[in-house]
């Protein structure tokens, strides 16, 4: 049975830092292009950062650049997303996933291109 295991979240002041980490169980995904996205409350699930199979190209949400960065170790079947100057705004749940198609060239930004949702971690960014 495949799994994907978000965890890593929680409460944060702005300003703080946080890193999620997703680990996979049941196959491996060294051969998927890897991406987080996140959902607030009312808001449809929204893109945040891909990373390419590979972990040499990476791609982020114009509302996270700079601020986060997402890694992978294809060795531990584990993707991580490391939050900083974290903002009330970042608030949601973080789902991590893999893009449908091994070795898939481009980097997806739409949950139709990616399979194996996890169940989410909460992040919330609150003084």
């Known amino acids: 049975q495949v799994q994907m295991v978000e965890s890593g979240g929680g409460l944060v002041q702005p300003g703080g830092s946080l890193r999620l980490s997703c680990a996979a169980s049941?196959?491996?995904?060294?051969?998927?292009?890897m991406g987080w996205f996140r959902q607030a409350p009312g808001k449809e699930r929204e893109f945040v950062a891909a990373?390419?199979?590979?972990?040499?190209?990476?791609y982020y949400a114009d509302s996270v650049k700079g601020r986060f960065t997402i890694s992978r170790d294809n060795a531990q079947n584990t993707v991580y997303l490391q939050m900083n100057s974290l903002k009330p705004e970042d608030t949601a749940v973080y789902y991590c996933?893999?893009?449908?198609?091994?070795?898939?060239?481009?980097?997806?930004?739409?949950?139709?291109?990616?399979?194996?949702w996890g169940q989410g971690t909460q992040v919330t960014v609150s003084a």
């Open positions: 049941g196959r491996t995904f060294s051969t998927h292009n």
């Open positions: 996933a893999a893009q449908k198609t091994p070795f898939g060239g481009s980097m997806s930004t739409k949950t139709y291109d990616y399979d194996y």
């Open positions: 990373i390419a199979w590979s972990g040499g190209n990476t």
